[in-house]
């Protein structure tokens, strides 16, 4: 039987949501800053809802953009035309989307997934395949757990479970509480948008209190 401890848990990175996507040219010349600025493993794409080839276009102006600085492009949604569009997966957002998409997605490109009301659909959402899992996004009507329920849903699927986890932070503050809880990636969107310092700004705040947090979770853990 082998004395060795588990190898060290790999620092929590950066999962970028953009605001609704209608025409891309602004988001498309903000971004390679954007992802030269910090390490961003992924970019959310929310698309405004249109028909599909327009979607399909925007998706295939932005992907270039996303993979050549290295991160993942996946769409929110709209699982159908991530192949068409070159993305690299989906974001479902619920177990039932989930078990939808598999089949399209599988196994060459990523399906996470949101919505996870409990621990049961957690669980069935892992053993689905789903590539990540993600808590704390507001539902339909703008509704969200408290950041504290978010933290401790983070804690005891890090600790128990091999599928990354992924934090939806509204704020600097979640983002480090969220990294600190065991969070593989933490997911930021509209607050990175909406600062007025700029997302640049905003985007190397949030990394930086990422950093700070795995920082003090090792120490004390060591």
């Known amino acids: 039987m082998s004395n060795k401890s588990p190898p060290p848990r790999p620092a929590p990175r950066l999962y970028l949501a953009t605001p609704d996507v209608d025409d891309p040219t602004s988001l498309l010349a903000a971004l390679p800053d954007l992802l030269a600025a910090v390490d961003v493993a992924a970019v959310l794409v929310r698309l405004k809802e249109t028909d599909q080839r327009t979607m399909i276009s925007r998706i295939k102006a932005l992907a270039p953009v996303v993979q050549n600085a290295g991160a993942a492009l996946l769409v929110d949604g709209h699982p159908e035309i991530v192949a068409r569009g070159g993305a690299d997966g989906a974001h479902l957002a619920n177990v039932a989307a989930l078990e939808d998409a598999l089949p399209s997605l599988k196994p060459d490109r990523i399906a996470g997934v949101g919505g996870l009301e409990t621990r049961h659909e957690s669980m069935s959402a892992g053993e689905m ?8 996004e507001p539902d339909a009507k703008g509704q969200r757990p408290q950041a504290q329920a978010i933290a ?5 699927w890090a600790e128990l479970f091999e599928p990354p986890c ?46 700070k947090a795995f920082t003090a979770t090792a120490v004390s853990q060591g």
Do not use: H
């Open 129 to 136: 395949g789903a590539d990540y899992v993600l808590f704390g």
């Open 152 to 156: 401790e849903r983070l804690d005891w």
């Open 166 to 211: 992924v934090g939806f932070a509204t704020s600097i503050e979640e983002a480090y509480d969220f990294a600190a809880s065991g969070a593989d990636f933490v997911l930021v969107g509209d607050f990175i948008w909406a600062d007025p310092r700029g997302p640049k700004a905003a985007l190397i705040e949030a990394d930086a209190a990422i950093k």
